[in-house]
C-alpha cells in the first residue's frame, strides 16, 4: 500500500497552460508538504499544510496555488506555466516532528 | 539562517570499500537532523535521523551516522559498500518547529563493481 500516493507522475505540458498535481497520503499523519526538486537536484520546500492550514509559504510565485480539502489530500495548481517551472515536485507527510514520508515525485515538463 | 552543505558532490567507491559522505549544518540551536536516499526515478526514502541522545545513530542498509556537535557536522558512514547503494543522498536539517526541512545540495554515490 503506498503511503504518499502523487498524481500524475509525468506532466508534460505547454507554457502558458493550467496544470494541477494531486497528493494523498493514507499514514494519518497532520501535516503536508511540497517540495520542488531543480535539474541539479536540489530540495527547496513551498508550502506545508497541518490540518488543512497553511502552515509553511515560502518565496514561491503566486501562480503556485495549493489546497488542502482535507488532511489526508495537499494538491498543487499552477497557473501560466513557465518555462522555469519545469522540475520534479514532491509531496511529503509526517506527524509532529517524526520524519517525512515522500511520495514518489511529478516530473513537470514545460515545452 | 539555517543551511546544510555536503562538500562532495560526487563520490565514486568500489563494492566492499567503505564510505563516508560528509555533513555540515548552521543551524542556532539543537538540530534535528536526517540522512535521505534517492534512487532514480524514485522519492527520498529515510535512512536515520538524529533528534537527541546517543550521537551514533544506526539506520537502515547498514548505515550509520555519528553527530559531533563541536564540528557541526552529521557524516553518513557504511562499512562495506554494495553496488545497489550507488543513489543521491541528502542531508537535511529539520527547523521552524522541526516541520520545515533544509536539504544539502546532494552527493551522488557511484559504485565500481
Known amino acids: 500500500d503506498t503511503a504518499v500516493s502523487q498524481t500524475p507522475k509525468y506532466l508534460v505540458t505547454q507554457m502558458g497552460n493550467d496544470k494541477s498535481i494531486k497528493c494523498e497520503q493514507n499514514l494519518g499523519h497532520d501535516t503536508m508538504y511540497w517540495y520542488k526538486q531543480d535539474s541539479k537536484k536540489f530540495l527547496k520546500i513551498m508550502f506545508s499544510?497541518?490540518?488543512?492550514?497553511?502552515?509553511i509559504n515560502e518565496t514561491v510565485p503566486n501562480r503556485f496555488s495549493p489546497k488542502s480539502p482535507d488532511k489526508a489530500h495537499l494538491n498543487l495548481h499552477i497557473n501560466s506555466l513557465e518555462l522555469g517551472d519545469s522540475a520534479v515536485y514532491f509531496c511529503?507527510?509526517?506527524?509532529?516532528?517524526?520524519?517525512?514520508?515522500f511520495g514518489d515525485g511529478t516530473r513537470l515538463s514545460i515545452l | 539562517a539555517q543551511s546544510v552543505t555536503q562538500p562532495d558532490i560526487h563520490i565514486t567507491v568500489s563494492e566492499g570499500a567503505s564510505l563516508e559522505l560528509r555533513c555540515n549544518y548552521s543551524y542556532g540551536a539543537t538540530p534535528y537532523l536526517f540522512w535521505y536516499v534517492q534512487s532514480p526515478g524514485q522519492g527520498l526514502q529515510l535512512l536515520l535521523k538524529y533528534f537527541s541522545g546517543d550521537t551514533l545513530v544506526q539506520g537502515i542498509k547498514g548505515f550509520e551516522a555519528e553527530f559531533k556537535r563541536s564540528q557541526s557536522s552529521f557524516n553518513l558512514r557504511k562499512p562495506s559498500v554494495h553496488w545497489s547503494d550507488a543513489a543521491e543522498y541528502f542531508c537535511?536539517?529539520?527547523?521552524?518547529?522541526?516541520?520545515?526541512?533544509?536539504f544539502g545540495a546532494g552527493t551522488r554515490l557511484a559504485v565500481h563493481p
Open positions: 511529503a507527510s509526517n506527524q509532529g516532528t517524526q520524519p517525512q514520508h
Open positions: 537535511a536539517v529539520g527547523s521552524g518547529g522541526y516541520n520545515k526541512l533544509i
Open positions: 499544510y497541518n490540518n488543512k492550514e497553511l502552515i
